[in-house]
C-alpha cells in the first residue's frame, strides 16, 4: 500500500529560479497538507486542500509561492522566483476526514544557493 | 489561535529506562492529538492517534494519553532502546480548522 509520495527528495537549485515539488496523496485521502520544515521554525503548515480545493493559504509566506491540486491524486507547490531562505525540507502530508490521522512523505530537501 | 509546546526539547537516557515525553496545548477543543516519530533525513511516521472522545491510546511499549481539561497529553515509552533514539513530535488537530499544529520535538537519545 503505497503511502504519500513526493519528488524530486532533492533540489538544488540557484536563487532567482523556479522551483516546483509534487506530491501525490494516499488513495482515497481527501485532505492534502503542505508543510515546510526548518530548524529555526519548526513544521509550520503553508496551505491545505479538501477535496481539491484550497482551504487555508494563511501559512503561505509569499506571493512567490503558490500551490495547486488540480485533481485528487496529485498536487503540487511551486516557488517563483526561488531564495536562499526557502531552504528547507518541504513535507506533503494527506489525511481523511473520517479519522484525521496525518500520513507524511518523505519530504523534498531545497537548497537555494 | 492553537499552540503546542513540547517539553524537554532534548533528553538523555540509559537503556532500559522507562521515560515520558510532554505536550501542552492551548485550546483544549481539540479533535485529535497525534503522536509522530522522526528520524533524521526523514518523514514523519504516525505513532499513536488519540480521538477527543479517548483517553489513552497503547501500542506496543508506547502509550499516550490525552487530558483535554489541563491542554495535556503525554507519550510514555517503556524498557527504552537505542532504536528508539529520534525526535518525537505531537500535533494537535483543532476542531473547526482541520489544521494539526506542531510542538517544536523532543529529541530523544538512547544509550546503549
Known amino acids: 500500500d503505497a503511502g504519500v509520495i513526493q519528488s524530486p527528495r532533492h533540489e538544488v537549485t540557484e536563487m532567482g529560479q523556479e522551483v516546483t515539488l509534487r506530491c501525490k496523496p494516499i488513495?482515497?485521502?481527501?485532505?492534502l497538507f503542505w508543510y515546510r520544515q526548518t530548524m529555526m521554525r519548526g513544521l509550520e503548515l503553508l496551505i491545505y486542500f479538501n477535496n481539491n480545493v484550497p482551504i487555508d493559504d494563511s501559512g503561505m509566506p509569499e506571493d512567490r509561492f503558490s500551490a495547486k491540486m488540480p485533481n485528487a491524486s496529485f498536487s503540487t507547490l511551486k516557488i517563483q522566483p526561488s531564495e536562499p531562505r526557502d531552504s528547507a525540507v518541504y513535507f506533503c502530508?494527506?489525511?481523511?476526514?473520517?479519522?484525521?490521522?496525518?500520513?507524511f512523505g518523505e519530504g523534498s530537501r531545497l537548497t537555494v544557493l | 489561535k492553537q499552540e503546542v509546546t513540547q517539553i524537554p526539547a532534548a533528553l538523555s537516557v540509559p537503556e532500559g529506562e522507562n521515560l515520558v515525553l510532554n505536550c501542552s496545548f492551548t485550546d483544549s477543543a481539540i479533535y485529535n492529538l497525534q503522536w509522530f516519530r522522526q528520524d533524521p533525513g526523514k518523514g514523519l511516521t504516525s505513532l499513536l492517534l488519540?480521538?477527543?472522545?479517548?483517553r489513552e491510546q497503547t501500542s506496543g511499549r508506547l502509550n499516550a494519553s490525552l487530558d483535554k481539561s489541563s491542554g495535556r497529553s503525554t507519550l510514555y515509552i517503556a524498557a527504552s532502546q537505542p532504536g528508539d533514539s529520534a525526535t518525537y513530535l505531537c500535533?494537535?488537530?483543532?476542531?473547526?480548522?482541520?489544521?494539526?499544529?506542531f510542538g517544536t520535538g523532543t529529541r530523544l537519545k538512547v544509550l546503549a
Open positions: 502530508a494527506s489525511s481523511t476526514e473520517g479519522t484525521g490521522e496525518l500520513f
Open positions: 500535533a494537535a488537530y483543532t476542531s473547526g480548522t482541520y489544521k494539526y499544529i
Open positions: 488519540i480521538q477527543s472522545s479517548q
Open positions: 488513495s482515497g485521502h481527501d485532505y
